[in-house]
């Protein structure tokens, strides 16, 4: 994509509550004893300047200080925005920006707040600003002009914990056209603090998905997106999350291969997740080899050993780990640290063991930009033949 195309494209400023945001403002005015509304333009929340620069807005005509503020990571620091002006609207011109997502809170007269220009995303266990920083690489997560698949929205009772639970439904492009074909499934985890919606809006999973298949780099699969917590009213089930593992294996995918057409064996089932959601993988790894060939563990790191499983022994034994899994895909960002170092190592002891642990890096924080990275090197890789 051109410079211009990715600056003005619709995928860095759609988020859950809008996909194409409204860039205009009400105002009511009344005469003769009528009401009337009309709209003026509104200014967005962020405009790209150029690459890792960009304008932010807040309207706040009356407030004292108003300060954007990154989480740290990529983005770290904070900054002040200009007095208002005449039209109520705030400024503040941010350099060095890096590229990929990013999480940011907005403080006015010392009270965190949302900015209702900018998107809002769930993070962080609240509602919470983003952002998306545009790199010269970042049409592979972007709107283009390729065939687009569907999301679906999918409600089912868990007999786990007694309660409806929802999950989003990836369907391939050709699902609608092709009704006698059936495909492979990718079981895909968002992060602590998150929600399901997570892989949706930040992670922009779905255009991964589009393009990757339009560049015939990637098998057609669905993509399922589960809430990644799950606790059992006993109380019983790991203290971290719940149980996620136990309601996607045992529950969700017989939703799925009951309502959707899939190829229903665990060579064509994959799990995957990114921090909370990699340790969840990690575990329904070894608690359910029955159910999942491929698993997918991003910024996660990796354990033989944890609560309600042991796979020891199975890491000793190449032959028997070949027998159960087609891919251990393992990715961490190169400023993940010690994490990025450690996985080095133990995946150089894996591979000299004769255990095929593929290990994936990229430059970056614990962050979005990471995990859209890991997710199309493995989405590349998933349900492939070995001779592909």
Known sequence: ????????????????????????????????????????????GMRVLDWGRAEFAFYA?????????????SMPGEWTFSPAGEDGYRLCVVENLAPGFHYCDFEVDGVRTINPLLPVGY???????????????????????????SVHMELYDCRMTG????????????YREDTQR?????????GGGESETGWLWQGKINYICDN???????????????????FRPDGLGDPAGGDIDDVIAMECVELVDRRYRTLPTPRKRALAGLSMGGMQANAGMF?????????????GGFREKGFNFDGSALMEDPAAFRKVYDLLFVAVGEQEQPSCDELRERADMY?????PLELYTTPGYHEWDVWRHAARAFLRKLFRDENE
Request: aromatic share 12%.
């Open 1 to 44: 994509m051109r410079r211009e195309e990715i600056f003005r494209n619709q995928a860095l400023n759609q988020h859950a509550l809008f996909f194409d945001p409204l860039d205009r403002r009400p105002v009511f005015s009344g005469e003769n004893g009528k009401r009337s509304l009309h709209y003026v333009p509104q200014r967005p």
């Open 61 to 73: 005509p009356e407030a004292g200080r108003v300060v954007l503020r990154g989480w740290g990571g």
């Open 123 to 149: 993070g962080g266990f609240r509602p919470v600003n983003f952002f998306e920083m545009p790199g010269e690489d970042a049409d592979f997560w972007m709107l283009r002009d390729v065939p687009h698949g």
């Open 163 to 174: 309660r409806t639970r929802v999950c989003y439904v990836y369907t391939p492009p050709s």
């Open 182 to 190: 059936h495909y492979p499934v990718l079981y895909l985890q968002h």
């Open 212 to 230: 990757g298949i339009a560049e015939g780099r990637m098998e057609e699969m669905i993509v399922v997106m589960n809430d990644g917590y799950a």
């Open 287 to 299: 608690r359910h080899g029955d159910c999942f060939g491929s698993i997918g563990i991003f910024s």
């Open 351 to 355: 591979r000299q063991r004769g255990i």
